[in-house]
T-cell receptor
Framework: ETGVTQTPRHLVMGMTNKKSLKCEQHLGHNAMYWYKQSAKKPLELMFVYSLEERVENNSVPSRFSPECPNSSHLFLHLHTLQPEDSALYLC????????????FGSGTQLSVL | AQKVTQAQTEISVVEKEDVTLDCVYETRDTTYYLFWYKQPPSGELVFLIRRNSFDEQNEISGRYSWNFQKSTSSFNFTITASQVVDSAVYFCALSEAGNTDKLIFGTGTRLQVFP
């Protein structure tokens, strides 16, 4: 079992749909992250949660809504997305916020039609 | 502003060749950390190494080695005797004083190793 698990692996949605991405970490970490990976662009940090509190929101549009119900789970709720939101969304965790070593999940490949 | 440049978009080599992945960074901080991550086809990024700005010693780990040169703001990664399993996208990254919420990634270099 991998340390950080993301579901689904692939998601296709229309611009009017509402969907959620799920991330679960089995490492006992206290910080979790959402990153966006677009083709030919650097990874972009979207959100950081530390001890279930959001500590960073990197100017992400409100159509992306994160939720961290406990230290092991992180969700990214999606609604009224745009085609340019199509990307690989990666979840990561670390022992503490500001810790140097991140552990990543395999990502959810999102396509917005 | 902080920035990481990986000028090589794609590199193809044949097994057993040595290959070097370039990374050039920009920062005004005197204390910073540099990272390399590997992203295999399965998607997850795998941490490879972290170096701090005060330690310019080169590091070797098996077939992997890293050359950190502050004078040229570079942190290059060499794979010796490459193998097919090394095929992946490799990301160089920079953070200030170890704060990963400020982790700045490069655009990555896709390495393909052919048998």
């Amino acid at each position: 079992e991998t340390g950080v698990t993301q579901t689904p692996r692939h998601l296709v949605m229309g611009m009017t749909n509402k969907k959620s991405l799920k991330c679960e970490q089995h490492l006992g970490h206290n910080a979790m992250y959402w990153y966006k990976q677009s083709a030919k662009k650097p990874l972009e940090l979207m959100f950081v949660y530390s001890l279930e509190e959001r500590v960073e929101n990197n100017s992400v549009p409100s159509r992306f809504s994160p939720e961290c119900p406990n230290s092991s789970h992180l969700f990214l709720h999606l609604h009224t997305l745009q085609p340019e939101d199509s990307a690989l969304y990666l979840c990561a965790s670390s022992q503490t916020w500001g810790s140097e070593k991140l552990f990543f999940g395999s990502g959810t490949q999102l396509s917005v039609l | 502003a902080q920035k990481v440049t990986q000028a090589q978009t794609e590199i193809s080599v044949v097994e057993k060749e040595d290959v070097t992945l370039d990374c050039v960074y920009e920062t005004r901080d005197t204390t910073y950390y540099l990272f390399w991550y590997k992203q295999p086809p399965s998607g997850e990024l795998v941490f490879l190494i972290r170096r701090n700005s005060f330690d310019e010693q080169n590091e070797i780990s098996g077939r992997y080695s890293w050359n950190f040169q502050k004078s040229t703001s570079s942190f290059n990664f060499t794979i010796t005797a490459s193998q097919v399993v090394d095929s992946a996208v490799y990301f160089c990254a920079l953070s200030e004083a170890g704060n990963t919420d400020k982790l700045i990634f490069g655009t990555g270099t896709r390495l393909q190793v052919f048998p």
